[in-house]
Protein backbone atom coordinates (compact mmCIF):
# COMPACT_ATOMS: atom_id res chain seq x y z
CA UNK A 1 0.00 0.00 0.00
CA UNK A 2 3.00 2.92 0.83
CA UNK A 3 4.64 1.94 -2.30
CA UNK A 4 1.68 2.07 -4.26
CA UNK A 5 0.92 6.00 -2.83
CA UNK A 6 4.52 6.75 -3.25
CA UNK A 7 4.58 5.50 -6.99
CA UNK A 8 1.34 7.46 -7.40
CA UNK A 9 3.07 10.90 -5.61
CA UNK A 10 6.19 10.00 -8.28
CA UNK A 11 3.45 9.70 -10.89
CA UNK A 12 1.87 13.31 -10.05
CA UNK A 13 5.53 15.39 -9.82
CA UNK A 14 6.40 13.57 -12.87
CA UNK A 15 3.14 14.95 -14.86
CA UNK A 16 3.47 18.01 -13.04
CA UNK A 17 7.04 18.71 -14.34
CA UNK A 18 6.27 17.53 -17.93
CA UNK A 19 3.23 19.89 -18.10
CA UNK A 20 5.18 22.86 -16.83
CA UNK A 21 7.48 22.20 -19.24
CA UNK A 22 5.47 22.08 -22.00
CA UNK A 23 3.75 25.62 -20.55
CA UNK A 24 7.67 26.69 -21.30
CA UNK A 25 8.07 26.02 -24.34
CA UNK A 26 4.89 27.65 -25.81
CA UNK A 27 6.20 30.56 -23.76
CA UNK A 28 9.36 30.63 -25.14
CA UNK A 29 7.98 29.84 -28.84
CA UNK A 30 6.07 33.01 -28.25
CA UNK A 31 9.17 35.27 -27.55
CA UNK A 32 10.31 33.86 -30.28
CA UNK A 33 7.73 35.14 -32.73
CA UNK A 34 7.24 38.24 -31.28
CA UNK A 35 10.74 39.09 -31.31
CA UNK A 36 10.74 38.03 -35.09
CA UNK A 37 7.53 40.49 -35.80
CA UNK A 38 9.56 43.23 -33.47
CA UNK A 39 12.73 42.89 -35.50
CA UNK A 40 10.93 42.52 -39.16
CA UNK A 41 8.89 45.71 -38.11
CA UNK A 42 12.11 47.64 -36.91
CA UNK A 43 14.13 46.64 -39.82
CA UNK A 44 11.55 47.73 -42.54
CA UNK A 45 10.95 51.58 -40.71
CA UNK A 46 14.68 51.93 -40.47
CA UNK A 47 14.24 51.11 -44.28
CA UNK A 48 11.94 53.46 -45.34
CA UNK A 49 13.55 55.99 -42.89
CA UNK A 50 16.59 55.80 -45.06
CA UNK A 51 15.16 55.67 -48.20
CA UNK A 52 13.34 59.13 -47.43
CA UNK A 53 16.70 60.45 -46.55
CA UNK A 54 18.62 59.49 -48.95
CA UNK A 55 16.59 58.54 -52.32
CA UNK A 56 12.92 60.02 -53.17
CA UNK A 57 10.18 57.74 -50.64
CA UNK A 58 7.92 55.83 -53.39
CA UNK A 59 5.54 52.88 -52.64
CA UNK A 60 7.13 49.61 -53.10
CA UNK A 61 7.11 45.86 -52.98
CA UNK A 62 10.27 43.63 -51.73
CA UNK A 63 10.72 40.14 -51.52
CA UNK A 64 13.76 38.67 -49.78
CA UNK A 65 13.41 34.77 -49.06
CA UNK A 66 10.08 33.91 -47.99
CA UNK A 67 9.38 37.84 -46.78
CA UNK A 68 7.19 39.73 -48.62
CA UNK A 69 7.17 43.70 -47.65
CA UNK A 70 5.10 45.61 -49.08
CA UNK A 71 4.43 49.59 -48.44
CA UNK A 72 2.46 52.56 -49.68
CA UNK A 73 3.32 55.95 -49.33
CA UNK A 74 0.77 58.87 -49.43
CA UNK A 75 2.11 62.40 -49.69
CA UNK A 76 0.72 64.74 -46.63
CA UNK A 77 2.18 67.81 -47.31
CA UNK A 78 4.22 68.05 -44.24
CA UNK A 79 4.54 64.25 -43.50
CA UNK A 80 3.86 61.00 -44.96
CA UNK A 81 1.40 58.54 -44.45
CA UNK A 82 3.13 55.04 -44.69
CA UNK A 83 1.14 51.83 -44.92
CA UNK A 84 3.02 48.41 -44.50
CA UNK A 85 2.21 44.80 -45.24
CA UNK A 86 4.98 42.26 -43.84
CA UNK A 87 3.95 38.64 -45.34
CA UNK A 88 5.99 35.75 -43.86
CA UNK A 89 5.23 32.10 -43.96
CA UNK A 90 3.70 31.77 -40.62
CA UNK A 91 2.69 35.95 -40.34
CA UNK A 92 1.07 38.84 -41.67
CA UNK A 93 2.05 42.12 -40.04
CA UNK A 94 0.04 45.20 -41.07
CA UNK A 95 1.12 48.43 -39.82
CA UNK A 96 0.55 52.48 -40.17
CA UNK A 97 2.65 55.61 -39.35
CA UNK A 98 3.15 58.94 -40.30
CA UNK A 99 6.71 60.10 -41.17
CA UNK A 100 7.76 63.61 -40.70
CA UNK A 101 9.62 64.97 -44.00
CA UNK A 102 11.88 67.24 -42.49
CA UNK A 103 12.60 65.25 -39.06
CA UNK A 104 12.88 61.90 -40.91
CA UNK A 105 11.08 60.75 -37.07
CA UNK A 106 7.94 59.03 -36.96
CA UNK A 107 4.47 59.67 -35.23
CA UNK A 108 2.03 58.22 -34.89
CA UNK A 109 2.06 54.22 -35.60
CA UNK A 110 -0.03 51.93 -35.20
CA UNK A 111 -0.49 48.45 -35.35
CA UNK A 112 -3.59 47.07 -37.34
Not at 40 to 69: G, M, P, W
Not at 92 to 103: R, S
Amino acid sequence: MITLVIFMILIFHLLSFLQYEIAYARHIESLKRVDHVRILTNSTIAYIKYINKNEILLSENYQKNDITIHYTVDDMGDYFYVAVTIQDIDHMIQFVFDLDKQKNTINNFAYQ
